[in-house]
C-alpha cells in the first residue's frame, strides 16, 4: 500500500513563507513525476509545479517566481518553497506522484492559509 504524507502547511501573513513537504510510503516503484496541486474553496484542483525524474522544475504562471519546487529521490520526498505568498494562494495542497507505471498517487492535502 502507497501512502504520501503532506506536512508544512499553516497560516502566515502575506509576504510569508512556507515549505511543504510530502514523503511517500510503501511499495511504490519507478517514481516519475513529483508535483503539487492545490483548490481553493469553491474552485476546481489546479497545477502549481512539477519536475520529473532528471528533468527540470515546470510551475504554473501564478507562482512562477515565487515557488520551488524540488526532490529528494533517495527519500522518495518533494518539497514545495513558497515564497512572497499572497492571499490568493490559500487552498489545500495536494502532492501528486506518477509512476512510469502509470500509476497516480495523491496526497491528503495540506491547508495552507494566507492572511492579508
Known amino acids: 500500500q502507497v501512502r504520501l504524507v503532506e506536512s508544512g502547511g499553516g497560516l502566515v501573513q502575506a509576504g510569508g513563507s512556507l515549505r511543504l513537504s510530502c514523503a511517500a510510503s510503501?511499495?511504490?516503484?519507478?517514481?516519475?513525476?513529483m508535483g503539487w496541486y492545490r483548490q481553493a474553496p469553491g474552485k476546481q484542483r489546479e497545477y502549481v509545479a512539477a519536475?520529473?525524474?532528471?528533468?527540470?522544475?515546470n510551475y504554473a504562471d501564478s507562482v512562477k517566481g515565487r515557488f520551488t519546487i524540488s526532490r529528494d529521490n533517495a527519500k522518495n520526498t518533494v518539497y514545495l518553497q513558497m515564497n512572497s505568498l499572497k492571499p490568493e494562494d490559500t487552498a489545500v495542497y495536494y502532492c501528486?506522484?506518477?509512476?512510469?507505471?502509470?500509476?497516480?498517487?495523491w496526497g491528503q492535502g495540506t491547508q495552507v492559509t494566507v492572511s492579508s
Open positions: 510503501g511499495s511504490i516503484f519507478s517514481i516519475n513525476v
Open positions: 519536475m520529473a525524474s532528471g528533468g527540470s522544475p
Open positions: 501528486n506522484i506518477k509512476t512510469l507505471g502509470r500509476y497516480d498517487y
